[in-house]
């Protein structure tokens, strides 16, 4: 249902790869005949990946990388160059958050602070390095895969950065707030290297998922008898299409963006997959 003739032999690396959201991404570039090299920290993810290309008649490579790890990077990208050649389309779709930067509750009650529960973590109990970790994972690990990858591009015609971010960088969710912060930085980093990049060619931007039902998040979003849960029951009433996304929803601005056919005016921009929720006020 999709042609994109352009990206056909060319090149593209996906960080996450392994992931239920990434490895659609994956799938959906060597669908349009790219040459996927799916990146992954656990390389049996990566692997699973690729198997799924592979027997779609694609072609891909599964890459042991921790982000976060300038040597591996580098080791990674060796292996991509010499099997692919260089990067043509970056996406940088490595992130995720931890318990250790969130708090238990939505809101801060003063008995919290005066009569406190084993178990309710608060704003004050925040790890510092939990946190950290979720900077780390989300706005470090684009940074660091971007000055490693991103040296095959300027000068290059027709490449181009996509960075996932998150409905929580516009409008941050309670609970999760170095999750949201982090993916705010993510948004913003699009921005600035959108900017930074244009003398050189490279186009740099991002896609925003809302709320999408994988097969990671069920037990958060739906109870054992298939019902939903209390937070789920908010997000879907503050969401106007009045479901939940599935990977497949994020094809056309996967391809939208990466096809400079369509899009190669277009830098600097995130784009909201969200069914509405950014324009529901709740009223």
């Not at 198997?51 to 790890?69: K, S």
């Amino acid at each position: 249902m999709y042609n994109h003739s352009s990206l056909i032999g060319r090149t593209a690396v996906v960080t996450g790869g392994g992931g239920v959201l990434c490895s659609g991404f994956a799938k959906d570039l060597a669908s349009q005949g790219m040459k996927v090299a799916v990146l992954d920290l656990k390389p049996e993810a990566a692997q699973r990946a690729v198997d799924e290309i592979r027997a779609a008649g694609g072609t891909a490579m599964a890459v042991e990388c921790n982000c976060l790890d300038k040597a591996s990077l580098a080791e990674a990208h060796k292996k991509v160059l010499d099997a692919f050649g260089k990067c043509d389309l970056l996406l940088n779709g490595a992130g995720g958050n931890n318990p250790r930067g969130s708090t238990s509750k939505d809101t801060l009650e003063l008995s919290d602070l005066t009569d406190p529960v084993e178990g309710v973590k608060t704003f004050f109990d925040l790890d510092e390095k939990g946190v950290e970790f979720v900077f780390n994972l989300n706005f470090l690990a684009t940074l660091l895969t971007t000055q490693e990858f991103g040296a095959d591009m300027p000068g290059r015609e027709d490449v181009c950065i996509i960075n996932i971010s998150s409905m929580n960088s516009y409008r941050p969710l309670t609970r999760i707030p170095a999750y949201s912060a982090a993916k705010a930085a993510v948004s913003n980093f699009t921005q600035w290297m959108a900017v930074h990049f244009a003398p050189v060619g490279i186009r740099v931007n991002a896609i925003a998922p809302g709320f999408f039902s994988t097969n990671q998040n069920k037990t958060l979003l739906f109870n054992e008898d298939g019902s939903l849960t209390a937070r789920s029951e908010k997000i879907i009433g503050h969401t106007p299409m009045g479901r939940f996304g599935v990977p497949e929803d994020l094809t056309g601005a996967l391809l939208f963006l990466a096809d400079e056919t369509y899009s190669g005016f277009v830098t600097g921009i995130i784009i909201p997959v969200d069914g509405g929720f950014s324009a529901y006020s709740g009223v």
